[in-house]
């Protein structure tokens, strides 16, 4: 795969190297010899790390790539290496979504990728470089991190364990690096997980409150057809865009968007726990579970080929852990516990696979009409991802 071209890389204002101080310095990602060094910055940072999975280089590739990435085709963006003697050890992105500042009705500048090593004085020549990136382009708040693939947070507790697929994770001193630059607290996410011997469980009471929410409103869970992949995933998109639009950091998700997506997943997903609830087969809500195939990428250190292919295809099939990536519902059927039945057919499907761990990940710190059921399944909360800002002067 190819990466962009130096050209592609979208800088209003080309920016000079920027502020350094002593052994370190910041510098911005021109060239794809750069953007190679960029991509492969983590593996500096977390080669002593036992909790840290490494990202498919391939996938990493597709990511920071226009070609490849819908979303970039909507962003202004600039990527931040950080060097000390020479020797990238740190990185940053900073990036303008148009698209999601139209929703939001304010330019937010965002930033997101960063990895950088146990020191503060290179973190603070980093976000400095992108807050001032962020206000040559008219921003008037640096809010972050932020990914290129629907990722969002940092991770401000319990390091202790690897991350569930598509979920981010870094060093227990990165709280530190942002809050020391004056960075401070918009919202918190909260991770919830069933584990450590506690099988999922489906309380039987909830069992007849799904019947007779079904049958009440007229409603139908049912799984994606597989084989009209395209369709399907179009259709999961325009009922998971109008589940969320009204939610804090809401990114409406194109249909190429989603298409990249369901590329970058298709070996992985079970189609029989990617749902939608519907009523006289109008789509009202949808849950999008994934296997977490990070058991498997840890292994694989970062390639794909030549057998990592074939240990991620047949690896699969043992998996027992699971994340629950997206459940909503659209206005006008939420707080009628709804959700109820894509928890009841959840367990129906995974009862029999017998799952070691099941997480729903990526819950609003807010947003009580989740949290609420979710505690009320045995659901506890094991993790707490934090999205910081701050203004631009």
Known sequence: MMLYPPEKIKIKKKPEAVR?????????????????????????????????????LYEEKRKYTADSNPMLEHCDYQHFMLYKNDNPVGRISGF??????????????????????????????????????LKSQGASLMQGPWGFSQECG??????????????????????????????????????????????????????????????RYGVTIRSINFADMKNETKLLVKTANESTKDNWGYMVVSDQEADSLAESLKMIVDPDIIMLAEIKGKPIGYMIVLPDVNVILKKLKGRLFPLGLFKLKFGIKKIRDYRIWGLGMIPGYRRKAIDVLFYNRLYDVLAPKNPSCVEANYVLEDNMSMNNPIKKLGFKKANTYRVYEKSIQ
């Open 154 to 215: 940092l991770l401000i507790d319990n390091f202790n364990s690897s991350p569930m697929v598509m979920s981010p994770y870094n060093p227990s001193y990165y709280p530190d690096q942002f809050e020391f630059y004056g960075l401070h607290k918009a919202k918190d996410v909260f991770v919830y997980k069933i584990e450590n011997g506690n099988s999922y469980n489906f309380p039987k009471k909830y069992g007849q409150v799904a019947h007779n929410i079904a049958k």
């Open 96 to 133: 303008i979504n148009h698209v999601a500042n139209e929703n939001w009705g304010e330019k937010r500048g965002l930033f997101g990728s960063y990895e950088c090593i146990d020191n503060k004085e290179g973190a603070q020549l980093l976000f400095q470089a992108v807050y001032d990136w």
């Open 20 to 56: 350094g101080d002593m052994a370190f310095s910041v510098k911005p990602v021109q060239t794809k010899k750069d953007l190679k060094r960029f991509i492969k910055i983590p593996y500096t940072v977390y080669k002593n790390d036992p909790f840290w999975v490494p990202p498919l």
